[in-house]
Protein backbone atom coordinates (compact mmCIF):
# COMPACT_ATOMS: atom_id res chain seq x y z
CA UNK A 1 0.00 0.00 0.00
CA UNK A 2 0.94 3.20 -0.52
CA UNK A 3 -0.46 6.95 0.66
CA UNK A 4 -0.08 10.35 0.04
CA UNK A 5 1.76 12.35 3.58
CA UNK A 6 3.59 15.62 4.80
CA UNK A 7 7.32 14.65 4.45
CA UNK A 8 9.53 17.00 6.35
CA UNK A 9 13.22 16.86 4.38
CA UNK A 10 14.57 19.90 6.80
CA UNK A 11 14.28 22.71 8.37
CA UNK A 12 11.59 24.33 6.63
CA UNK A 13 11.59 22.05 3.82
CA UNK A 14 8.25 20.37 3.66
CA UNK A 15 5.92 19.46 0.91
CA UNK A 16 3.74 16.24 0.08
CA UNK A 17 5.01 12.80 -0.99
CA UNK A 18 3.63 9.33 -1.80
CA UNK A 19 5.24 6.46 0.35
CA UNK A 20 4.91 2.83 1.25
CA UNK A 21 3.49 1.91 4.03
CA UNK A 22 4.55 -1.24 6.04
CA UNK A 23 2.27 -4.11 5.48
CA UNK A 24 -0.42 -4.78 8.66
CA UNK A 25 0.39 -6.98 11.70
CA UNK A 26 -2.03 -9.19 14.01
CA UNK A 27 -4.32 -6.32 15.82
CA UNK A 28 -3.67 -3.53 13.22
CA UNK A 29 -5.73 -0.97 12.07
CA UNK A 30 -5.58 0.86 8.62
CA UNK A 31 -6.98 4.40 9.12
CA UNK A 32 -7.89 6.35 6.28
CA UNK A 33 -7.21 9.92 7.59
CA UNK A 34 -10.32 12.69 6.96
CA UNK A 35 -8.07 15.24 9.12
CA UNK A 36 -4.83 16.34 11.13
CA UNK A 37 -3.68 18.84 13.28
CA UNK A 38 -0.36 21.02 12.88
CA UNK A 39 1.38 21.74 16.21
CA UNK A 40 2.55 25.15 16.78
CA UNK A 41 4.82 23.55 19.77
CA UNK A 42 7.09 20.54 18.55
CA UNK A 43 6.20 20.54 15.47
CA UNK A 44 7.14 23.98 15.03
CA UNK A 45 10.31 23.17 16.67
CA UNK A 46 11.27 20.86 13.98
CA UNK A 47 10.10 22.79 10.84
CA UNK A 48 12.11 25.70 12.15
CA UNK A 49 15.69 23.36 12.85
CA UNK A 50 14.88 24.62 16.68
CA UNK A 51 14.26 21.38 18.13
CA UNK A 52 16.77 20.44 21.00
CA UNK A 53 18.27 16.86 21.00
CA UNK A 54 15.53 14.44 21.16
CA UNK A 55 15.15 10.79 21.25
CA UNK A 56 13.99 9.36 17.57
CA UNK A 57 14.38 12.74 16.32
CA UNK A 58 16.26 13.32 12.73
CA UNK A 59 15.14 13.93 8.93
CA UNK A 60 13.27 12.99 6.41
CA UNK A 61 10.11 12.83 8.97
CA UNK A 62 6.48 12.95 8.94
CA UNK A 63 5.34 15.09 11.24
CA UNK A 64 1.72 15.30 13.23
CA UNK A 65 0.15 13.64 16.02
CA UNK A 66 -3.43 14.72 15.95
CA UNK A 67 -4.92 12.06 13.04
CA UNK A 68 -9.09 11.44 12.80
CA UNK A 69 -10.32 9.33 10.32
CA UNK A 70 -12.34 6.07 9.58
CA UNK A 71 -11.22 2.38 10.12
CA UNK A 72 -10.98 0.53 6.55
CA UNK A 73 -9.51 -2.56 7.62
CA UNK A 74 -9.37 -4.00 10.88
CA UNK A 75 -8.45 -8.01 11.96
CA UNK A 76 -10.94 -9.74 14.29
CA UNK A 77 -8.98 -9.56 17.32
CA UNK A 78 -8.13 -6.06 16.74
CA UNK A 79 -11.67 -5.16 18.83
CA UNK A 80 -12.81 -2.52 15.96
CA UNK A 81 -14.54 -2.57 12.65
CA UNK A 82 -14.25 -1.24 9.54
CA UNK A 83 -16.49 1.92 9.64
CA UNK A 84 -15.32 3.17 13.19
CA UNK A 85 -13.80 6.55 13.19
CA UNK A 86 -10.66 7.35 15.35
CA UNK A 87 -8.40 9.47 17.01
CA UNK A 88 -4.74 8.52 16.11
CA UNK A 89 -2.09 9.66 17.88
CA UNK A 90 0.79 9.35 14.98
CA UNK A 91 1.91 6.35 13.41
CA UNK A 92 5.20 4.59 13.17
CA UNK A 93 4.30 2.91 10.20
CA UNK A 94 6.64 4.10 6.34
CA UNK A 95 8.84 2.19 4.78
CA UNK A 96 12.15 3.12 3.84
CA UNK A 97 14.33 6.07 5.81
CA UNK A 98 11.20 8.35 6.56
CA UNK A 99 11.04 8.50 10.74
CA UNK A 100 7.75 8.39 11.64
CA UNK A 101 8.79 9.74 15.49
CA UNK A 102 5.32 11.91 14.97
CA UNK A 103 3.49 10.38 11.45
CA UNK A 104 0.09 11.00 11.58
CA UNK A 105 -0.14 13.63 8.62
CA UNK A 106 -0.78 11.09 6.36
CA UNK A 107 -3.93 10.29 4.35
CA UNK A 108 -3.41 6.69 5.51
CA UNK A 109 -1.88 5.16 8.97
CA UNK A 110 -1.26 1.47 9.56
CA UNK A 111 -1.56 1.41 13.99
CA UNK A 112 -1.85 -0.84 16.53
CA UNK A 113 -5.87 -0.61 18.02
CA UNK A 114 -4.04 -0.23 21.22
CA UNK A 115 -3.20 3.41 20.45
CA UNK A 116 -6.14 4.34 19.19
CA UNK A 117 -9.44 5.96 20.61
CA UNK A 118 -12.85 5.74 19.51
CA UNK A 119 -14.47 9.06 18.37
CA UNK A 120 -18.21 9.66 17.19
CA UNK A 121 -17.89 10.23 13.18
CA UNK A 122 -19.71 13.80 14.16
CA UNK A 123 -16.76 14.86 15.56
CA UNK A 124 -15.12 15.98 12.38
CA UNK A 125 -12.37 18.14 12.40
CA UNK A 126 -12.79 18.47 16.04
CA UNK A 127 -11.63 15.27 16.31
CA UNK A 128 -7.93 15.77 15.30
CA UNK A 129 -7.92 17.46 18.83
CA UNK A 130 -8.23 15.22 21.34
CA UNK A 131 -4.05 14.45 22.13
CA UNK A 132 -4.12 18.76 22.72
CA UNK A 133 -7.49 18.68 25.12
CA UNK A 134 -5.81 15.36 26.37
CA UNK A 135 -2.30 17.11 27.19
CA UNK A 136 -4.24 20.09 29.33
CA UNK A 137 -6.24 17.35 31.01
CA UNK A 138 -2.68 15.79 31.61
CA UNK A 139 -1.64 19.42 33.35
CA UNK A 140 -4.77 19.58 35.56
CA UNK A 141 -4.26 16.34 36.86
CA UNK A 142 -1.03 16.44 38.44
CA UNK A 143 -0.52 14.64 42.26
CA UNK A 144 -2.00 16.46 44.37
CA UNK A 145 -2.50 19.63 42.35
CA UNK A 146 -4.44 22.89 42.59
CA UNK A 147 -6.66 23.69 39.86
CA UNK A 148 -5.50 27.61 38.25
CA UNK A 149 -6.73 30.22 39.10
CA UNK A 150 -4.39 32.05 36.43
CA UNK A 151 -3.46 31.11 33.05
CA UNK A 152 -0.71 32.46 30.71
CA UNK A 153 -1.73 32.49 27.06
CA UNK A 154 -4.63 32.29 25.93
CA UNK A 155 -3.46 30.14 22.70
CA UNK A 156 -5.66 26.90 22.44
CA UNK A 157 -3.82 24.89 25.27
CA UNK A 158 -4.80 27.91 27.27
CA UNK A 159 -8.52 27.47 26.52
CA UNK A 160 -8.59 24.18 26.99
CA UNK A 161 -6.86 24.73 30.39
CA UNK A 162 -9.23 27.18 31.30
CA UNK A 163 -12.36 24.92 29.84
CA UNK A 164 -11.53 21.82 31.83
CA UNK A 165 -10.96 23.75 34.78
CA UNK A 166 -14.38 25.44 34.35
CA UNK A 167 -15.66 21.78 33.76
CA UNK A 168 -14.28 20.77 37.11
CA UNK A 169 -16.36 22.88 38.85
CA UNK A 170 -13.78 25.40 39.99
CA UNK A 171 -13.99 28.67 40.00
CA UNK A 172 -13.00 30.60 36.86
CA UNK A 173 -9.64 31.25 36.19
CA UNK A 174 -8.08 34.56 34.76
CA UNK A 175 -6.13 34.34 31.38
CA UNK A 176 -3.04 36.65 30.27
CA UNK A 177 -2.77 37.08 27.30
CA UNK A 178 -0.48 39.77 25.52
CA UNK A 179 -1.57 39.90 22.24
CA UNK A 180 -5.05 41.66 21.78
CA UNK A 181 -5.60 39.80 18.48
CA UNK A 182 -6.02 36.81 20.89
CA UNK A 183 -8.29 38.17 23.94
CA UNK A 184 -11.75 36.93 22.39
CA UNK A 185 -13.17 33.78 22.39
CA UNK A 186 -13.22 33.66 26.13
CA UNK A 187 -16.57 31.45 27.40
CA UNK A 188 -16.90 31.88 31.08
CA UNK A 189 -13.54 33.32 31.74
CA UNK A 190 -11.76 36.64 31.97
CA UNK A 191 -8.55 37.16 29.49
CA UNK A 192 -6.73 40.26 30.22
CA UNK A 193 -3.92 42.30 29.52
CA UNK A 194 -1.38 41.26 32.50
CA UNK A 195 -0.04 44.63 32.22
CA UNK A 196 -3.31 45.99 33.94
CA UNK A 197 -3.28 42.62 36.81
CA UNK A 198 -2.31 43.74 40.23
CA UNK A 199 -3.15 40.57 41.88
CA UNK A 200 0.02 38.90 44.14
CA UNK A 201 -2.03 36.15 46.06
CA UNK A 202 -3.14 33.37 42.92
CA UNK A 203 -2.18 30.04 44.46
CA UNK A 204 -1.88 28.14 41.06
CA UNK A 205 -0.58 29.47 38.04
CA UNK A 206 -0.02 27.50 34.94
CA UNK A 207 2.22 28.62 32.02
CA UNK A 208 0.53 27.62 28.60
CA UNK A 209 2.46 29.83 26.69
CA UNK A 210 6.26 28.29 26.62
CA UNK A 211 7.88 31.84 26.70
CA UNK A 212 11.18 32.17 28.14
CA UNK A 213 11.85 34.67 31.11
CA UNK A 214 8.78 34.99 32.54
CA UNK A 215 9.50 32.82 36.33
CA UNK A 216 10.78 35.53 38.12
CA UNK A 217 7.41 37.21 36.97
CA UNK A 218 5.12 34.39 37.74
CA UNK A 219 7.02 34.11 41.39
CA UNK A 220 5.86 37.53 42.24
CA UNK A 221 2.22 36.91 41.74
CA UNK A 222 2.14 33.62 43.58
CA UNK A 223 0.38 33.47 47.04
CA UNK A 224 2.84 31.93 50.08
CA UNK A 225 3.18 28.01 48.84
CA UNK A 226 1.59 28.65 45.58
CA UNK A 227 2.28 26.34 42.82
CA UNK A 228 3.80 27.30 38.94
CA UNK A 229 3.11 24.54 36.39
CA UNK A 230 4.88 24.70 33.14
CA UNK A 231 2.96 23.10 30.22
CA UNK A 232 4.34 24.23 27.76
CA UNK A 233 7.83 23.21 25.93
CA UNK A 234 10.88 24.78 26.45
CA UNK A 235 13.74 25.39 24.02
CA UNK A 236 16.11 27.58 26.50
CA UNK A 237 16.71 27.17 29.85
CA UNK A 238 14.35 27.42 32.64
CA UNK A 239 15.74 29.94 35.29
CA UNK A 240 14.49 31.96 38.54
CA UNK A 241 15.85 33.84 41.27
CA UNK A 242 16.22 31.96 44.23
CA UNK A 243 15.40 34.79 47.08
CA UNK A 244 11.67 35.49 45.73
CA UNK A 245 10.62 32.16 45.57
CA UNK A 246 12.56 31.26 48.60
CA UNK A 247 10.24 33.80 50.58
CA UNK A 248 7.14 32.64 49.00
CA UNK A 249 8.13 28.84 49.56
CA UNK A 250 7.06 28.63 46.00
CA UNK A 251 6.49 25.05 44.19
CA UNK A 252 7.34 24.09 40.38
CA UNK A 253 5.73 21.52 38.30
CA UNK A 254 6.02 19.69 34.77
CA UNK A 255 3.31 19.26 32.99
CA UNK A 256 4.56 16.71 30.07
CA UNK A 257 2.53 14.66 27.18
CA UNK A 258 -0.60 12.88 27.93
CA UNK A 259 -0.83 9.67 28.90
CA UNK A 260 -4.25 6.74 27.63
CA UNK A 261 -5.85 7.82 31.03
CA UNK A 262 -5.64 10.85 30.20
CA UNK A 263 -7.51 9.99 26.38
CA UNK A 264 -10.25 7.84 28.14
CA UNK A 265 -11.25 10.53 30.50
CA UNK A 266 -11.14 13.47 28.18
CA UNK A 267 -12.94 11.49 25.85
CA UNK A 268 -15.48 10.98 28.20
CA UNK A 269 -15.86 14.41 29.02
CA UNK A 270 -16.52 15.57 25.32
CA UNK A 271 -19.34 13.29 25.24
CA UNK A 272 -21.01 13.84 27.93
CA UNK A 273 -20.80 17.71 26.84
CA UNK A 274 -18.92 18.81 29.76
CA UNK A 275 -16.22 19.40 27.68
CA UNK A 276 -16.14 21.50 23.83
CA UNK A 277 -14.23 22.05 21.49
CA UNK A 278 -15.58 24.33 19.54
CA UNK A 279 -14.33 27.30 18.21
CA UNK A 280 -10.81 25.70 18.89
CA UNK A 281 -9.88 25.49 15.41
CA UNK A 282 -9.30 28.81 13.52
CA UNK A 283 -7.97 27.54 10.13
CA UNK A 284 -8.42 25.18 7.93
CA UNK A 285 -6.53 23.91 4.57
CA UNK A 286 -6.68 21.26 1.89
CA UNK A 287 -3.82 18.70 2.45
CA UNK A 288 -2.88 19.55 -0.80
CA UNK A 289 -1.76 22.95 -0.03
CA UNK A 290 0.37 21.61 3.80
CA UNK A 291 3.31 23.65 2.51
CA UNK A 292 1.26 27.17 2.93
CA UNK A 293 -0.46 25.36 5.69
CA UNK A 294 2.91 24.75 7.57
CA UNK A 295 3.90 28.38 7.24
CA UNK A 296 0.30 29.91 8.35
CA UNK A 297 0.20 28.00 11.24
CA UNK A 298 3.46 29.21 12.47
CA UNK A 299 3.62 32.27 11.30
CA UNK A 300 0.12 33.77 11.71
CA UNK A 301 -0.44 34.96 14.96
CA UNK A 302 -4.15 34.74 14.70
CA UNK A 303 -4.09 30.80 13.64
CA UNK A 304 -4.98 29.07 16.83
CA UNK A 305 -5.11 25.74 14.84
CA UNK A 306 -4.51 24.71 11.72
CA UNK A 307 -6.55 21.24 10.28
CA UNK A 308 -5.34 19.34 7.22
CA UNK A 309 -8.33 18.46 5.37
CA UNK A 310 -7.37 15.04 3.76
CA UNK A 311 -10.57 14.31 1.56
CA UNK A 312 -9.57 13.45 -2.34
CA UNK A 313 -6.09 12.26 -1.24
CA UNK A 314 -5.00 8.61 -2.39
Not at 244 to 260: Q, S, V
Request: charged share 20%; proline share 6%; with cysteine.
Amino acid sequence: MRTTAVILSGPRDLGLGTLGLNAPAVGDLVVEVSHSGISTGTEKLFWTGTMPPFPGMGYPLVPGYESFGEVVEAAPESGFRVGEHVFVPGANCFEGNVRGLFGGASRHLVTPAARVARMDRSMGAEGALLALAATARHALAGFNTALPDLIIGHGTLGRLLARLTIAAGAPAPTVWEVNPARREGAVGYDVIDPETDTRRDYKAIYDASGAKGLLDQLVMRLARGGEIVLAGFYTEPVAFAFPPAFMKEARFRIAAEWNADDLTATRALIESGALSLSGLITHTRPAADATGAYREAFEDATCLKMILDWSGHA
